[in-house]
């Protein structure tokens, strides 16, 4: 039998395989200002919360533009394609085998909750879940006083609940609640950056749910 009780997901890079679409969003919004493209393997290198850092990292001078324009513009870009993005090829059967397992389950994510609830019902996973949780702005912040009050109402025990997650913005949230954290290199944040934070990094949901079988 498995520890844990319950598991809370991210969503973005953790069941959805959106990097690609990350990277095609921006370089629109970057194209739009002649600023140069953004790669993959600097993405990966550079995204942070909160997504403001982000930004500037890239660039962007916010004393010339506020971020909530080029902010807006790249959720419009993102959205415009968000159903293009598919889940993780093993995402399903992790949630089946956690579930079989008698685990509860629910998503903390940063996506506005409209944005989020319309996905989950296109890729058909709502039955999986017991609460999914985003936020009130496109901005993504927020995620810990949400993940605060959720805990709360869940009413488990320390250690009892896994919190599952792909940047270290998740391992942050993770220990703000009071949850314990597994993080999977196959989403916003590379592998080298997540391990220099965090001993509990999987190469894919697979190995991860290898992991909790074993304990």
């Keep these: 039998m498995a520890k844990y009780k319950h598991i809370i997901?991210?969503?973005?890079?953790?069941?959805?395989?959106?990097?690609?679409?990350?990277?095609?969003?921006?370089?629109?919004?970057?194209?739009k200002r002649a600023m140069p493209p953004l790669k993959e393997a600097h993405y990966l290198d550079i995204f942070t919360f909160p997504v403001i850092d982000?930004?500037?990292?890239?660039?962007f001078d916010?004393?010339?533009?506020?971020?909530?324009?080029?902010g807006s513009?790249?959720?419009?870009?993102?959205?415009?394609?968000?159903?293009?993005?598919?889940?993780?090829?093993?995402?399903?059967d992790t949630l089946k085998t956690f579930r079989d397992l008698g685990m509860t389950q629910s998503i903390l994510s940063a996506s506005r909750q409209d944005y989020l609830d319309n996905l989950i019902h296109h890729h058909k996973i709502r039955e999986y879940f017991i609460k999914i949780l985003g936020i009130n702005n496109h901005y993504a912040d927020g995620k810990i006083e949400i993940g605060k009050a959720w805990m709360d109402e869940l009413?488990?025990?320390?250690h009892e609940v896994l919190f599952i997650g792909?940047?270290?913005?998740d391992l942050e949230v993770a220990n703000a609640i009071g949850a314990d954290c597994a993080l999977v290199a196959i989403g916003h944040t590379s592998r080298e950056r997540l391990e220099k934070t965090h001993h509990d990094v999987y190469t894919n949901l697979t190995a991860l749910t290898r992991k909790i079988l074993e304990q």
Excluded: C
């Excluded at 993005?85 to 399903?92: E, I, N, Q």
């Excluded at 792909?166 to 913005?169: A, L, P």
């Design 73 to 92: 513009e790249f959720i419009e870009r993102y959205n415009e394609r968000a159903k293009e993005a598919s889940l993780h090829y093993d995402t399903m």
């Design 155 to 158: 009413h488990y025990g320390p």
């Design 54 to 59: 982000y930004y500037r990292r890239l660039g």
């Design 9 to 31: 997901w991210d969503w973005n890079g953790t069941l959805l395989d959106d990097r690609w679409l990350s990277v095609s969003a921006m370089n629109q919004v970057l194209a």
């Design 166 to 169: 792909d940047t270290i913005h």
């Design 62 to 70: 916010f004393e010339k533009e506020p971020f909530t324009i080029s």
